[in-house]
């Protein structure tokens, strides 16, 4: 007898507005991941290569002798898209969008000619926002040249200082041929991004061939200079102006910050921040980034910049501009859920007057509110505005504001909490936002965004003589929700979400946007601050970060999370988030552990890395690109933020009149000193204790407060000079430790060795569906009825892949089967019809039952299973459903299908290579394509690559359930548990 239970279902009103109900393959184009920009990795050659230390150190700058890295360090030019690509050695290229310029020299000296970027010895040194060099080669003896070059600052062009000295005071001549040409290869994708395109696009090409000659004597210098993509030789008189008009605007902003450590791999640091967020400024805001994607954007993190690196008056020009860009007359006119049927349901239509783009909304460019964008931009557009408050509390500044924080707050509530119960649903407001959807889930980070935003809304009121109670209350009932529905007191952190629909189970393991945001924002106490830091500590995925010739030290990076399969932006190496989480553990109290982070990612990508001094997007150990993109507008705006408000400690609060300052640095540091437009602070260990004095020039005056090690110290003195003699106190607590996850022996993924009789169980009456029809339904109800991101309408795919699908087809399978039996080759076979339906599929969908039961007589050791059904990231480190096998006197035997331990996605390989992708096992896998059964399909099948690993007509899987033989079976049931996924029964055999 067989019985299929089915769950009253929610709801699904207001769909029919939005949603045409015709067949998915009629409406789009299928999708696979190869597809995908994102899934584009240059970095094949140097997967699990041997690094070694291509820069060190050297004063201000970055230097190395002989390198190797070609066209990787940007010098910006002004606040166009114009830049000069330098090198290790002296080849360089300009660029200016569609118009792009080889530039190299050859160099004749005692009758011998070469070209520059080939003589036998060069030391580079790029001090931010210069690179410069000193070239000989053994054929010229004592004679060396000596190159800087540099971009102007107020129009698209640069200027090469060339001069020639000899060790032996000898009268040397160098005739210089410099040679221009068009590039390698100009279609550019990501406008000739490292990583993002083919390494060699700025190589010279035959095309566009010009020559410019000159020569230099000892002694003396020549200057080259580029204008309008052209080259000339300028005057002595007229070069060395040009150098020095741009050298003082290049010193002006290395210099507007600085520190002085012990440490020579932190002192650059300052000039190097400036300068990329410089280059990250178009003149009117901050950009996603200064190369790859050098476009307008009003949230993420480059907001960050402008208040620690002291650009008080761009921060303002900055959050006018895009406030400017707010709907203010389009009323919310349609209700919710307002999903897009083009995009197969699993986002906001774009349509004005939807809640989603109404009174409230930042469009996408700035002093334009006439431009949709996918994103929700406001939550960390809002987040800058705030920490600026907090910088400086400029009355005038905020009350100007205040309407656009309101008309905000209010255009959240109602489209994120709208059933008000106090958690806020995320709709892609964060960077890695890309694959992530929450289907009206109470999620974490937007929480704990929105808790910041109101409690801060509360105190600008009460500034600006407004009701503060509002958002107080809100503020409150954010906070007590968090505390009471997402914090895990037992795990010691916070869930990653709670589902709005199904079970409305937590989510239990975060990943670290979740932990760093609640962190930031405050959402909490500092007793759970600590603990979600030892939470990260402990379970995201630590990678080393080594190689030859690096500072002693135990130095390693983070994953995002832990969650597979791979999808872009879900589980990378990206140093924005590593730095956001070294923020917080600053923020948290554990210093060690922050600045060991931070150190760790400056060491992977501007000493280790390809170009010097670099803020890139992704990290040398991101699994499936590689190190990719360079001065990315989040890692510069985060990064600015972790050296002063993390390092240094210096976190104002304007808002209430004071200036928290908690040094984050080392207990081995005996002195450090920092210098900002804003604030000079000293460090210096002395005999009668730790002496710091800081000399403040904030906008308002501030009372100054210590923290040391968790004990706060106040005191206000008047006058330009405030000191704290502070009793020597180590940090004594105990760094927590990483432990690689290991290889569990699970009782079902145990090898398939049967030694009793077999008895196979007729499921022919529980059949409900052919496995291949997995992905061909539409997956409609139970939907929320709120606007929200979901899994694509045919259960495969997110938000930004809406048409992804995948062809399960079982024809080789089934083809395989004989007198009604599939022999694995494991010494099991499993009873499946050759024709007609084949699977008993479960679901928290409508489409099927949420559980199938088949009753069972007889006692056995075990059950062999054969499964099949789909997962995804969203649902990762969570049981999806369980399969229960109970007994005559009312006991049962669960058996939890967990992904990735035990569970995988029909359609594809888990990539697992125990660093940031690790599973608990691997189960046997059947392959429908070919009858193959292997642990490691991925092998059997050649399939490559991290995202995706496509299974060619998917794969079902094989799990050994233990029963206890001395007791008698009632009956086997499988049940779904997880929303958004389909599990499937295809066989069950016996073993007495």
Known sequence: MIYMHKRLSLLAFGLSFFMPFSSISAQNKTQKVGDFIESKSYNEDNRGAQRSMNYFPEGNGWACVNGNNRFTRALYGGYTDFRIETSDRPVFAAYKKKDYRNVSFRVTINNVTLALDSTSYCKALYVPGTRSYVV???SWGNTLLYIDALAFADSEGAVWRVSLKDDKNKKVKADIVCRTSDIANPKLRRNGDMGADPYGVFEASDRNVN???????????????????????????????????????????????????????????????????????????????CVGWRSQLAGWRAGYAADPLGWDDRAKNHFKAYSESQLTNVPAIYSHPSQDSAKNLCRAVEKWGTPMYSNGYICR?????????????????????????????????????WPTLARHLAWEKMNFDPDNDGLYDAYCCIWASDA????????????????????????????????????????????????????????GTWAEFQDFMGLKRKHTSPALWTVYTA???????????????????????????????MPKGDWQTISTSNWLPYSWSINNVAPAEVMNMALAYFEAGKKREGFNLMKSNILDQMYLGGSPANFGQLSFYDAARGECYRDFGDVIGISSRVFVQGLFGIVPDALNGKCLIRPGFPDEWDKADFHAPYLDYSFRRTSKGDVYTFHPRFAQKLSIDMDINGKILSRVEQGDSIVFTVARENDSSAMVEYVAPVK???????????????????????????????????????????????????????????????????????????????????????????????????????????????????????????????????QSRIANGVVVATYSDGTSQCLQLVNPDNWCPIEQDYFIDDKAFCAAGRPYRLHFGSGAVSRNLGDVLDIKGVYGREIPGGAAQILTLPLNPAKKLVNITLRTLSNDVVIGLMAVTFEK
């Not at 987040?383 to 400029?394: C, E, I, Q, T, Y």
């Not at 929105?450 to 801060?456: E, G, I, Q, S, T």
């Not at 007793?527 to 379970?539: G, L, M, P, T, Y």
Request: hydrophobic share 35%; charged share 20%; net charge neutral.
């Open 136 to 138: 000989g080669d053994k």
């Open 211 to 289: 020559f410019l000659r000159g020569s230099v004597k000892s002694g003396s210098t020549i200057y080259f200079v580029i204008e309008n993509q052209q080259m000339r030789v300028a005057s002595a008189a007229e070069g060395k102006a040009l150098y020095a008009k741009a050298e003082k605007y290049r010193r002006s902003i290395a210099e507007r910050i600085s520190f002085s450590t012990p440490d020579p791999y932190i002192n650059n640091l300052g000039g190097a921040i400036s300068i990329a967020a410089d280059g990250d400024w178009d003149g009117d805001t901050w950009l996603h980034g």
């Open 519 to 549: 962190i930031d924002c405050g959402a909490g106490s500092k007793e759970q601050f600590a603990k979600a830091a030892d939470w990260v500590s402990r379970n995201i995925p630590h990678i080393k970060v080594e190689g030859a010739n």
């Open 436 to 491: 992530l959807y929450y289907n009206s889930g109470g999620v974490t980070h937007s929480s704990a965004y929105n808790y910041r935003a109101n409690l801060l809304a509360a105190r600008i009121a009460e500034i600006l003589g407004c009701d503060a109670a509002p958002y107080k209350k809100e503020a409150d009932k954010i906070l007590n929700a968090m505390n009471s529905r997402l914090w895990l007191g037992e795990q």
């Open 365 to 401: 460019y700035p002093h334009k509110a006439d431009k949709m964008n996918h994103y929700d931009m406001n939550l960390n557009y809002i987040d800058a505005l705030l920490w600026h408050f907090s910088w400086n509390a400029d009355t005038a500044e905020m009350r100007s504001l």
């Open 744 to 874: 569990k022996n699970l009782p079902e993924l145990a090898d398939i060795q049967p030694k009793g009789k077999l008895v196979e169980l007729s499921m022919d009456k529980t059949f409900n569906a052919n496995v291949s029809d997995i992905f061909k339904n539409e997956y409609l109800s139970p939907a929320s009825p709120y606007t929200t991101l979901r899994i694509p309408k045919q259960g495969i795919g997110e938000w930004c892949h809406p048409e992804l699908s995948a062809d399960i087809d079982d024809s080789v399978f089934r083809s395989k089967i004989s007198n009604g039996e599939f022999a694995t080759g494991l010494g099991v076979a499993f009873r499946s019809p050759k024709q007609g339906h084949n699977i008993a599929y479960t679901s928290l969908w409508d489409n099927y039952p949420d559980s199938i039961s088949i009753n069972v007589r007889g006692k056995y050791s075990k059950a062999y299973l054969l499964l099949a059904g789909s997962t995804n990231h969203m």
